[in-house]
C-alpha cells in the first residue's frame, strides 16, 4: 500500500525551527518528487515547495526562499521539510503530497495526513 | 506567478441541483494544466480533475472539468449529501504551483 506518514504536531516559539518528515512506503522513493503544502486554520493551500529525492534538486516558492529548506534521505526513504525563522503566521497544517509521475511539477493524488505546527509564545 | 481566483466564495444549493465553480487565472495555464480538489473538514484535499477535465481514479461521472487558456469550471451535475464540500483549483503548468483561495460549497 502507498503510504507518505508524517511526523506528530509541534508547538514552537517564534523565531524557532521546525523540521518535520513524511516517510514513504509503498514505491520507488527516489521515482517521483515530493512536495509540501500547508493550509493555516480556517484558510486556504500554499505550496511551499518540492524535492526530486533521485537528484535533491529543489525548487521552493518565492513566499519562502531563504526560509525553508527540503531534504530526501534516501536510505530511510524520509523526506524533510525545515522551516525556520517562525512567526505566529506559520502555524498552519503542513502536508506532504505527490503523484505517480517523473514531472515535477504535477498534481497531488497521494497526500499525508498533515503536520500541524503552532507557533505560540 | 500564476494568480488563480475561485467564484463564488460560497456556493449554496439543494441536493440533486446541479453546482457550477470557476477558476480564473491571471494569466494562461500552461498546457491546461489545472486540478480540482474537494476537502473536507480535518481531512487532506482529494484530488478529483486534473488536466482541465480528466478525472482522477474512482471520482463518479457527475464530476466534470472543462475550460482552457484562462477560465475553468468544475461542474457537479447533481449534488449528493457527501459533496458538500470546499473545492480548491490549482494550476501545475509553472513554478510556483498555486492554489485558488477555494469555494464553499453548503447545503441550502
Known amino acids: 500500500e502507498v503510504q507518505l506518514v508524517q511526523s506528530g504536531a509541534e508547538v514552537k516559539k517564534p523565531g524557532a525551527t521546525v523540521k518535520i518528515s513524511c516517510k514513504v512506503s509503498?514505491?520507488?522513493?527516489?521515482?517521483?518528487?515530493m512536495h509540501w503544502v500547508r493550509q493555516a486554520p480556517g484558510k486556504g493551500l500554499e505550496w511551499l515547495g518540492l524535492?526530486?529525492?533521485?537528484?535533491?534538486?529543489?525548487i521552493y516558492a518565492d513566499n519562502f526562499q531563504g526560509r525553508v529548506t527540503i531534504t530526501a534521505d534516501t536510505s530511510t526513504d524520509t523526506v524533510y521539510m525545515e522551516l525556520n525563522t517562525l512567526r505566529s503566521e506559520d502555524t498552519a497544517v503542513y502536508y506532504c503530497?505527490?503523484?505517480?509521475?517523473?514531472?515535477?511539477?504535477?498534481?497531488?493524488?497521494?497526500w499525508g495526513r498533515g503536520t500541524l505546527v503552532t507557533v505560540s509564545s | 506567478e500564476v494568480v488563480l481566483t475561485q467564484s463564488p466564495g460560497t456556493l449554496s444549493l439543494s441536493p440533486g441541483e446541479r453546482a457550477t465553480l470557476s477558476c480564473r487565472a491571471g494569466?494562461?495555464?500552461?498546457?491546461?494544466?489545472l486540478a480540482w480538489y474537494q476537502q473536507k473538514p480535518g481531512q487532506a484535499p482529494s484530488l478529483l480533475i486534473s488536466?482541465?477535465?480528466r478525472r482522477a481514479t474512482g471520482i463518479p461521472d457527475r464530476f466534470s472539468g472543462s475550460g482552457s487558456g484562462t477560465d475553468f469550471t468544475l461542474t457537479i451535475s447533481r449534488l449528493e449529501p457527501e459533496d458538500f464540500a470546499v473545492y480548491y483549483c490549482?494550476?501545475?503548468?509553472?513554478?510556483?504551483?498555486?492554489f485558488g483561495q477555494g469555494t464553499r460549497l453548503e447545503i441550502k
Open positions: 509503498g514505491y520507488t522513493f527516489t521515482d517521483y518528487s
Open positions: 494569466q494562461s495555464v500552461t498546457g491546461s494544466y
Open positions: 488536466g482541465a477535465s
Open positions: 490549482q494550476q501545475y503548468g509553472s513554478s510556483p504551483i498555486t
Open positions: 524535492i526530486d529525492p533521485e537528484d535533491d534538486e529543489t
Open positions: 503530497a505527490t503523484t505517480d509521475s517523473y514531472i515535477r511539477l504535477r498534481y497531488f493524488d497521494l
